[in-house]
């Protein structure tokens, strides 16, 4: 996909999308130590590095930020989470392993700007006073990974990693690590599992990983996006950052956009923007035919459909319309699109994603997937329809962790909105429409 | 059980006692400890939550999402059901279980439907079936049928986890209850998890199929319990597998005979036949749990060569004939008489009997044979470790002095001396890994490498060569660089432990003694075998009387005699010979004849001194289960009953009494005690020993020595032997799973056994020119034993070998033990020297 940059303000013709988290990603090089340098680099390290700790963190406390990776939980409250002076050491974890259906923003901003997340890292170890931070990688984006290695390298020659940080007397030491593919090594207690060198497989909460996370010790997990929105909070201030977004949804955030619309790619906008707004930036849907369903925020929340054009996507917003925020992963779907054939493809995606742990997430995953396929073959009944949304009912809180939740989103909401095509798939008897096309 | 009391007069709760915390459970009022799962706290009122992860005593999971409830905290409902198996109880919680919750009892439902969507019906050729927790919950908790019209999943079935444990996957729940009990509690990772999602299987580096694994799995000792404590019947046993439906079997709650760990058990069994063995539930000693030596080795009592008719040596062929009771006892009685009469008897019995037995064997010497001849030691022994039990073992009670399991899981630190606890005792080895794991408990051992005991208890190692142990013991409280062990010892409640090895090192039990004085550590002494510490008290030693009395304090021996209706001083005052020195006298014909109750002449220290002692002796009367290298010199051989035959008790290593009894009845086999009974009739004497239980009421009459303890012994740490040109130090002990006999026809069983191997360091094979994985040989001038080598992290100059697997039989075939020298050459490839 040509990540189309929407942030260079030419194509805003809504909301004050002066772009923050992607202003450098248009700029040559932009990856370079010598261009983040050019363009504010490690200017927030400086003044972070003078600052005591507790102040960083009421900054971000402050500037409302909230975790891009999907849950939205406030940042500062998390870092206030780690017990101080308890002689253990602490760690910061970075969640880059952006495995959502539809999710790419952590990717692009690592290809991007990737001195951003490292300037983050460094202020946040700082304020949660932590000397080890691991960087936990999505394993198929290679290119990715070495993009961040190079720059942690650089950042290591220049003097922002290692001991005695720019003079401060503070040492800190970050590690790449490539993960191995696997949807749930995103969740943040596998993924400490994983790089722990175990299975990745969620672990029992609590204790949560701000008590014992990496090594039984407190931990930091945040998503990307996250920690780099950190160094623009020490440079702009907490009321800066709380001109953009709404009251309970501070900041700019990142949409990538793809599917049936004319540019896809990440344009960044405040919080609250609606898909009206972002499809103008996007060019509009793609040759015109019309817009049928979408998510919000990745294939975990629930579809949504033309109807919510003008739900404004900030964590309350999309919840009031009955679904989430995600990862703003906007997943746009025309009219030419058969419900229960994506719906099918998403069910599959959770069947092998899941880690078979719990029995309501690996059986109902696997029942699930078969179901769907089989209405797709033809050879559904109507009954299947009410099976569906049941086997749902029986696994949406009831599995040990939020992927079996999300398993359930595209179904019961695909039936919401479309039960008449899961119906005349059973009625017909006959192989759906399917969008191999798109 | 904790139920909150009613309410007073005035309509108010009474205080919550410190500690705990007030919730209601299904409307019910409940006061529970804090921390308590739910799950735990609604069993305490007898409300069932169904469950399959859940295990009480490994660390809860939530996997299996089967336990789900409704809970309300503080006023404010929680929005999804919640596992009552990994959620504490909280003050004001308000629960609600499948009983009033239509949102619990339809996620119930929800969880046990699609638990079975993938699980095979092949419930009516399956071992659980009958006694299976997901047929059982299912039932009660489950839908009638099943909308699932799919296409189930499948595995290969069965696969061999071990020789003796084999997995059928598709009936697998993944409830982690296997996997979690091999990392958490046994600590062998036999088994783990593989896969994810649907295809997520338990299994083994043997059987991923992740490419190059190629491994061939852990080997553990406690296997057997993941089959016992797996929800389905997923996990079986090669030896039980398709054999019986438990319906149709008898359970009869018994005690574990092969070691001194003393586990609770269960016996099933049918129309005369043992079918399979489970592990009994004894919170304090063995919790749920057994060994594999426990659970399945029993097939011993079937064995072809077991006896079942008296026999006697016929004049004129030589060879052993059947004999009718009468004639084998008459015969016997008066060889024995004769023998008595020219130089005496002695009495070796053995290390295996019940307390009534041993006790019949202590009186039958005293009062039949008029002799202290009489030692229960059957393997390495000496005076040192016999002035050690008469100070400080004999008729310690876990009431005052005795150190308990308890006592093991809450010390701040406990020494294994000479001790090696999962291959000797490997309930204590459980116990202390628990301690470990779970407390704050320091774990050291004195011993040569890192063995799995050690990594497994998270031991700290102090390492010697075999033979300096008592050095190194007497040296502790000196030595700065170890000033930690002394440290952690003196913590009120540490625990020194020793093992029979003890015996072989010369000082040791001095040293012990010395260092828990010093410190004020408490000690015990954890031998081996299940008899062995009921022997020492039942007085079946040189120089004790039952009860501990020492036979050199006439008080003791006039109150025994009293208790015995004996003239006074017709019990002998002067200590008798122990196991070695009569063999040794038998050899000389300074001892005329022998009874030999189940002693195995391979287990003694010198085979070869004590085949030619019973090949010398007048006459030797064997009490046998099966034939055996003693039955072939025996002149009379009276059979005798194995433990599920008979009802008695044994004293496991804490003392403690682990009475059971007779699992099949009426097979004619009786008791030793019943047949010394006899046979002293048939020598005029009376023992009052006609049956256990009036054994037992005869010892019990008895009571306990009130005297003097007899004197700590005080013998001189000595040194190890060193090494020449070609020699090493040989240490060397038994493993758990070996060539014992009790052990015999169970081939699975076998299977499971740590492969023998000859360890030593890459310093001391370099030196010897021995190549690791290639053959080497051990030798003495009796003989030689050939095993693979493998590196290990022994100290420079020593070679280990297994005392009695495999080719490894060191007494036998070397005639030599652990201390001992020994040369150590590369062997030409192509097997035994
Ligand atoms: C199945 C599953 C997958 C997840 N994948 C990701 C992911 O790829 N990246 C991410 O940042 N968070 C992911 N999360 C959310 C994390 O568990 C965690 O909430 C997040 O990393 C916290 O960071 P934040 O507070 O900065 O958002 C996932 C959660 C679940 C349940
Ligand atoms: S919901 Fe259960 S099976 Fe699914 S990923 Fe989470 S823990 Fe694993
Ligand atoms: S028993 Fe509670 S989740 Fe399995």
């Given at each position: 996909m040509n990540a189309t940059n929407g942030a260079d303000g030419r194509d805003a013709r809504v909301g004050p999308v002066t772009p923050v988290l992607t202003k450098r990603w248009m700029s040559p090089r932009s990856w370079t130590l010598k261009t983040y340098e050019q363009l504010e680099g490690y200017t927030a390290l400086r003044k972070a590095l003078?600052?005591?700790?507790?102040?960083?963190?009421?900054?971000?406390?402050?500037?409302?930020?909230?975790?891009?990776?999907?849950?939205?939980?406030?940042?500062?409250?998390?870092?206030?989470?780690?017990?101080?002076?308890?002689?253990?050491?602490?760690?910061?974890?970075?969640?880059?392993?952006?495995?959502?259906?539809?999710?790419?923003?952590?990717?692009?901003?690592?290809?991007?700007?990737?001195?951003?997340?490292?300037?983050?890292?460094?202020?946040?170890?700082?304020?949660?006073?932590?000397?080890?931070?691991?960087?936990?990688?999505?394993?198929?984006?290679?290119?990715?990974?070495?993009?961040?290695?190079?720059?942690?390298?650089?950042?290591?020659?220049?003097?922002?990693?290692?001991?005695?940080?720019?003079?401060?007397?503070?040492?800190?030491?970050?590690?790449?690590?490539?993960?191995?593919?696997?949807?749930?090594?995103?969740?943040?207690?596998?993924?400490?599992?994983?790089?722990?060198?175990?299975?990745?497989?969620?672990?029992?909460?609590?204790?949560?990983?701000?008590?014992?996370?990496?090594?039984?010790?407190?931990?930091?997990?945040?998503?990307?996006?996250?920690?780099?929105?950190?160094?623009?909070?020490?440079?702009?201030?907490?009321?800066?950052?709380?001109?953009?977004?709404?009251?309970k949804s501070p900041g700019p955030k990142i949409y990538s956009i793809t599917g049936h619309v004319e540019r896809p790619g990440q344009y960044e906008a405040p919080l609250g923007i609606t898909l009206r707004e972002l499809l103008k930036l996007a060019g509009g849907m793609k040759d015109n035919i019309p817009l049928k369903f979408w998510t919000p925020g990745g294939s975990s929340t629930p579809l949504l459909t033309a109807e919510h054009l003008d739900v404004p996507l900030d964590f309350e917003g999309a919840a009031e319309a009955g679904s989430m925020l995600g990862t703003t992963a906007i997943q746009v779907f025309n009219e030419t699109v058969s419900v229960p054939w994506a719906v099918m493809k998403w069910t599959e995606f959770y069947e092998h994603e899941s880690c078979g742990k719990c029995t309501p997430c690996r059986e109902g995953t696997f029942w699930l997937a078969q179901v769907l396929q089989r209405m797709l073959r033809g050879e559904g009944t109507p009954e299947d329809v009410e099976t569906l949304l049941d086997v749902c009912d029986n696994i949406l809180g009831r599995s040990f962790c939020a992927l079996g939740d999300g398993a359930t989103s595209p179904i019961t909401s695909a039936i919401k909105y479309f039960r008449h095509e899961f119906l005349e798939l059973c009625e017909k008897n006959q192989p759906a429409l399917a969008g191999a096309q798109s | 059980m904790t139920v909150a009391p009613e309410q007073n007069q005035q309509g108010e709760a009474p205080p919550v006692p410190e500690g705990h915390v007030r919730l209601t459970i299904d409307g019910v009022d409940v006061v529970a400890p804090k921390g308590e799962m739910l799950i735990r706290t609604a069993e305490r009122l007898g409300i069932v939550?169904?469950?399959?992860?859940?295990?009480?005593?490994?660390?809860?999971?939530?996997?299996?999402?089967?336990?789900?409830?409704?809970?309300?905290?503080?006023?404010?409902?929680?929005?999804?059901?919640?596992?009552?198996?990994?959620?504490?109880?909280?003050?004001?919680?308000?629960?609600?279980?499948?009983?009033?919750?239509?949102?619990?009892?339809?996620?119930?439902?929800?969880?046990?439907?699609?638990?079975?969507?993938?699980?095979?019906?092949?419930?009516?050729?399956?071992?659980?079936?009958?006694?299976?927790?997901?047929?059982?919950?299912?039932?009660?908790?489950?839908?009638?049928?099943?909308?699932?019209?799919?296409?189930?999943?499948?595995?290969?079935?069965?696969?061999?986890?071990?020789?003796?444990?084999?997995?059928?996957?598709?009936?697998?729940?993944?409830?982690?209850?296997?996997?979690?009990?091999?990392?958490?509690?046994?600590?062998?990772?036999?088994?783990?998890?593989?896969?994810?999602?649907?295809?997520?299987?338990?299994?083994?580096?043997?059987?991923?199929?992740?490419?190059?694994?190629?491994?061939?799995?852990?080997?553990?000792?406690?296997?057997?319990n993941t089959i016992q404590i797996c929800p389905v019947g997923a996990l079986t046993s090669a030896a039980y597998r398709f054999r019986a439906r438990p319906f149709d079997l008898m359970s009869t709650p018994?005690?574990?005979?092969?070691?001194?760990?003393?586990?609770?058990?269960?016996?099933?069994?049918?129309?005369?036949?043992?079918?399979?063995?489970?592990?009994?539930?004894?919170?304090?000693?063995?919790?749920?749990?057994?060994?594999?030596?426990?659970?399945?080795?029993?097939?011993?009592?079937?064995?072809?060569?077991?006896?079942?008719?008296?026999?006697?040596?016929?004049?004129?062929?030589?060879?052993?004939?059947?004999?009718?009771?009468?004639?084998?006892?008459?015969?016997?009685?008066?060889?024995?008489?004769?023998?008595?009469?020219?130089?005496?008897?002695?009495?070796?019995?053995?290390?295996?009997?019940?307390?009534?037995?041993?006790?019949?064997?202590?009186?039958?010497?005293?009062?039949?044979?008029?002799?202290?001849?009489?030692?229960?030691?059957?393997?390495?022994?000496?005076?040192?470790?016999?002035?050690?039990?008469?100070?400080?073992?004999?008729?310690?009670?876990?009431?005052?002095?005795?150190?308990?399991?308890?006592?093991?899981?809450?010390?701040?630190?406990?020494?294994?001396?000479?001790?090696?606890?999962?291959?000797?005792?490997?309930?204590?080895?459980?116990?202390?890994?628990?301690?470990?794991?779970?407390?704050?408990?320091?774990?050291?051992?004195?011993?040569?490498?890192?063995?799995?005991?050690?990594?497994?208890?998270?031991?700290?190692?102090?390492?010697?060569?075999?033979?300096?142990?008592?050095?190194?013991?007497?040296?502790?409280?000196?030595?700065?660089?170890?000033?930690?062990?002394?440290?952690?010892?003196?913590?009120?409640?540490?625990?020194?432990?020793?093992?029979?090895?003890?015996?072989?090192?010369?000082?040791?039990?001095?040293?012990?003694?010395?260092?828990?004085?010093?410190?004020g550590a408490r000690l015990a002494w954890v031998p081996r075998r299940a008899g062995e510490r009921g022997a020492l008290e039942a007085g079946v030693l040189p120089t004790l009387l039952p009860g501990g009395r020492p036979v050199t304090d006439p008080d003791a021996r006039a109150e025994v005699e009293l208790s015995w209706g004996l003239r006074p001083g017709a019990l002998p005052a002067r200590p008798g010979r122990d196991t070695g020195a009569m063999l040794a006298a038998a050899t000389s014909g300074e001892l005329s004849g022998l009874v030999v109750g189940g002693v195995d002449p391979y287990d003694l220290p010198d085979p070869r001194l004590a085949e030619e002692a019973l090949r010398a002796a007048d006459f030797v009367v064997?009490?046998?289960?099966?034939?055996?290298?003693?039955?072939?010199?025996?002149?009379?051989?009276?059979?005798?009953?194995?433990?599920?035959?008979?009802?008695?008790?044994?004293?496991?290593?804490?003392?403690?009494?682990?009475?059971?009894?007779?699992?099949?009845?009426?097979?004619?086999?009786?008791?030793?005690?019943?047949?010394?009974?006899?046979?002293?009739?048939?020598?005029?004497?009376?023992?009052?020993?006609?049956?256990?239980?009036?054994?037992?009421?005869?010892?019990?009459?008895?009571?306990?020595?009130?005297?003097?303890?007899?004197?700590?012994?005080?013998e001189p740490a000595s040194a190890a032997h060193r090494p020449g040109q070609g020699q090493a130090v040989l240490a060397t002990w038994r493993q758990l799973i070996d060539n014992g006999s009790l052990q015999d026809g169970e081939p699975h069983l076998a299977g499971t056994a740590r492969a023998p191997v000859a360890r030593l360091s890459a310093v001391t094979a370099r030196r010897l020119g021995v190549v690791f994985g290639e053959p080497v040989t051990v030798a003495t001038e009796r003989g030689a034993v050939t095993l693979p080598a493998a590196e290990t992290d022994l100290p420079d100059g020593v070679v280990w070998l297994p005392t009695n697997s495999g080719p490894s039989a060191v007494r036998r075939n070397l005639g030599a033990g652990h201390g001992a020298l020994v040369t150590v050459t590369a062997a030409p490839t192509g097997g035994e020297a």
């Amino acid at each position: 996909m040509n990540a189309t940059n929407g942030a260079d303000g030419r194509d805003a013709r809504v909301g004050p999308v002066t772009p923050v988290l992607t202003k450098r990603w248009m700029s040559p090089r932009s990856w370079t130590l010598k261009t983040y340098e050019q363009l504010e680099g490690y200017t927030a390290l400086r003044k972070a590095l003078r600052a005591h700790p507790d102040q960083l963190i009421q900054l971000v406390k402050d500037s409302g930020l909230r975790g891009r990776g999907g849950a939205g939980f406030p940042a500062g409250m998390k870092w206030g989470f780690i017990p101080q002076n308890d002689g253990k050491p602490h760690y910061l974890v970075i969640n880059a392993d952006e495995g959502e259906p539809g999710t790419c923003k952590d990717v692009p901003l690592m290809m991007a700007d990737p001195h951003s997340l490292v300037e983050g890292v460094i202020i946040t170890a700082y304020a949660i006073r932590s000397h080890y931070a691991a960087i936990y990688v999505r394993g198929e984006a290679l290119h990715c990974i070495r993009r961040v290695h190079a720059a942690v390298q650089e950042a290591y020659r220049a003097g922002y990693l290692g001991k005695d940080i720019l003079g401060s007397g503070f040492d800190l030491d970050v590690v790449v690590h490539a993960g191995a593919g696997a949807y749930i090594c995103g969740e943040e207690t596998a993924l400490l599992d994983s790089l722990e060198g175990k299975r990745g497989q969620p672990r029992l909460k609590p204790p949560f990983p701000a008590t014992a996370g990496l090594y039984s010790a407190p931990t930091v997990v945040n998503n990307v996006e996250t920690i780099a929105s950190v160094p623009y909070i020490v440079n702009g201030g907490s009321g800066w950052f709380r001109t953009m977004g709404t009251e309970k949804s501070p900041g700019p955030k990142i949409y990538s956009i793809t599917g049936h619309v004319e540019r896809p790619g990440q344009y960044e906008a405040p919080l609250g923007i609606t898909l009206r707004e972002l499809l103008k930036l996007a060019g509009g849907m793609k040759d015109n035919i019309p817009l049928k369903f979408w998510t919000p925020g990745g294939s975990s929340t629930p579809l949504l459909t033309a109807e919510h054009l003008d739900v404004p996507l900030d964590f309350e917003g999309a919840a009031e319309a009955g679904s989430m925020l995600g990862t703003t992963a906007i997943q746009v779907f025309n009219e030419t699109v058969s419900v229960p054939w994506a719906v099918m493809k998403w069910t599959e995606f959770y069947e092998h994603e899941s880690c078979g742990k719990c029995t309501p997430c690996r059986e109902g995953t696997f029942w699930l997937a078969q179901v769907l396929q089989r209405m797709l073959r033809g050879e559904g009944t109507p009954e299947d329809v009410e099976t569906l949304l049941d086997v749902c009912d029986n696994i949406l809180g009831r599995s040990f962790c939020a992927l079996g939740d999300g398993a359930t989103s595209p179904i019961t909401s695909a039936i919401k909105y479309f039960r008449h095509e899961f119906l005349e798939l059973c009625e017909k008897n006959q192989p759906a429409l399917a969008g191999a096309q798109s | 059980m904790t139920v909150a009391p009613e309410q007073n007069q005035q309509g108010e709760a009474p205080p919550v006692p410190e500690g705990h915390v007030r919730l209601t459970i299904d409307g019910v009022d409940v006061v529970a400890p804090k921390g308590e799962m739910l799950i735990r706290t609604a069993e305490r009122l007898g409300i069932v939550i169904p469950r399959f992860c859940d295990h009480p005593l490994l660390e809860p999971a939530g996997a299996c999402r089967q336990c789900l409830v409704e809970v309300e905290m503080g006023g404010r409902p929680m929005p999804k059901p919640q596992a009552s198996c990994t959620m504490a109880v909280a003050d004001g919680m308000v629960v609600r279980t499948q009983r009033t919750s239509p949102v619990a009892d339809k996620a119930q439902q929800g969880v046990m439907e699609l638990l079975l969507i993938n699980h095979p019906l092949d419930c009516p050729i399956c071992d659980k079936g009958g006694e299976c927790p997901l047929q059982n919950q299912a039932l009660k908790h489950g839908r009638a049928d099943s909308r699932f019209v799919d296409v189930k999943r499948t595995f290969p079935k069965p696969i061999p986890v071990t020789s003796q444990i084999l997995l059928d996957r598709e009936r697998c729940v993944l409830c982690q209850r296997c996997t979690r009990f091999s990392q958490q509690i046994a600590g062998d990772r036999f088994l783990d998890m593989l896969e994810r999602g649907v295809h997520q299987q338990v299994g083994t580096s043997g059987t991923a199929a992740i490419e190059g694994a190629g491994g061939t799995g852990e080997q553990s000792y406690f296997s057997g319990n993941t089959i016992q404590i797996c929800p389905v019947g997923a996990l079986t046993s090669a030896a039980y597998r398709f054999r019986a439906r438990p319906f149709d079997l008898m359970s009869t709650p018994s005690v574990c005979e092969h070691c001194a760990s003393g586990c609770a058990q269960r016996t099933d069994w049918r129309r005369g036949k043992v079918m399979r063995r489970l592990a009994g539930e004894d919170p304090a000693v063995n919790e749920e749990w057994n060994c594999d030596k426990g659970r399945f080795a029993f097939t011993y009592t079937t064995a072809a060569d077991r006896v079942l008719r008296p026999m006697v040596r016929d004049d004129r062929s030589g060879e052993l004939r059947e004999a009718s009771w009468t004639e084998a006892l008459r015969t016997a009685a008066d060889g024995l008489l004769a023998a008595r009469k020219k130089n005496g008897v002695g009495v070796l019995a053995g290390g295996r009997l019940t307390v009534e037995d041993a006790y019949a064997y202590a009186k039958f010497a005293r009062v039949a044979l008029g002799t202290n001849d009489v030692d229960f030691r059957a393997r390495p022994h000496s005076t040192e470790e016999l002035e050690f039990l008469a100070s400080e073992v004999v008729g310690t009670r876990l009431d005052d002095e005795g150190v308990s399991y308890a006592d093991l899981e809450a010390a701040p630190a406990v020494l294994c001396v000479a001790f090696e606890p999962e291959e000797e005792s490997p309930i204590v080895f459980l116990r202390l890994r628990k301690a470990a794991r779970t407390g704050k408990t320091r774990v050291f051992h004195i011993g040569q490498w890192r063995t799995p005991s050690v990594e497994k208890t998270f031991g700290e190692l102090v390492a010697c060569a075999p033979g300096a142990e008592a050095t190194v013991v007497s040296a502790l409280p000196l030595r700065s660089e170890r000033a930690d062990v002394v440290e952690a010892l003196r913590r009120t409640g540490s625990v020194v432990l020793v093992g029979e090895r003890a015996a072989e090192i010369p000082g040791l039990f001095s040293a012990v003694v010395r260092l828990a004085d010093l410190t004020g550590a408490r000690l015990a002494w954890v031998p081996r075998r299940a008899g062995e510490r009921g022997a020492l008290e039942a007085g079946v030693l040189p120089t004790l009387l039952p009860g501990g009395r020492p036979v050199t304090d006439p008080d003791a021996r006039a109150e025994v005699e009293l208790s015995w209706g004996l003239r006074p001083g017709a019990l002998p005052a002067r200590p008798g010979r122990d196991t070695g020195a009569m063999l040794a006298a038998a050899t000389s014909g300074e001892l005329s004849g022998l009874v030999v109750g189940g002693v195995d002449p391979y287990d003694l220290p010198d085979p070869r001194l004590a085949e030619e002692a019973l090949r010398a002796a007048d006459f030797v009367v064997s009490l046998e289960l099966r034939h055996s290298a003693v039955t072939a010199h025996a002149d009379v051989v009276l059979p005798v009953a194995p433990a599920v035959e008979k009802s008695g008790s044994y004293l496991n290593w804490e003392g403690r009494q682990r009475p059971f009894g007779t699992i099949l009845e009426g097979t004619g086999a009786v008791p030793d005690c019943r047949v010394l009974d006899t046979l002293a009739v048939e020598m005029d004497a009376d023992l009052f020993t006609q049956t256990p239980e009036a054994t037992a009421d005869d010892l019990q009459r008895l009571g306990v020595y009130s005297g003097r303890r007899p004197d700590t012994p005080r013998e001189p740490a000595s040194a190890a032997h060193r090494p020449g040109q070609g020699q090493a130090v040989l240490a060397t002990w038994r493993q758990l799973i070996d060539n014992g006999s009790l052990q015999d026809g169970e081939p699975h069983l076998a299977g499971t056994a740590r492969a023998p191997v000859a360890r030593l360091s890459a310093v001391t094979a370099r030196r010897l020119g021995v190549v690791f994985g290639e053959p080497v040989t051990v030798a003495t001038e009796r003989g030689a034993v050939t095993l693979p080598a493998a590196e290990t992290d022994l100290p420079d100059g020593v070679v280990w070998l297994p005392t009695n697997s495999g080719p490894s039989a060191v007494r036998r075939n070397l005639g030599a033990g652990h201390g001992a020298l020994v040369t150590v050459t590369a062997a030409p490839t192509g097997g035994e020297a």
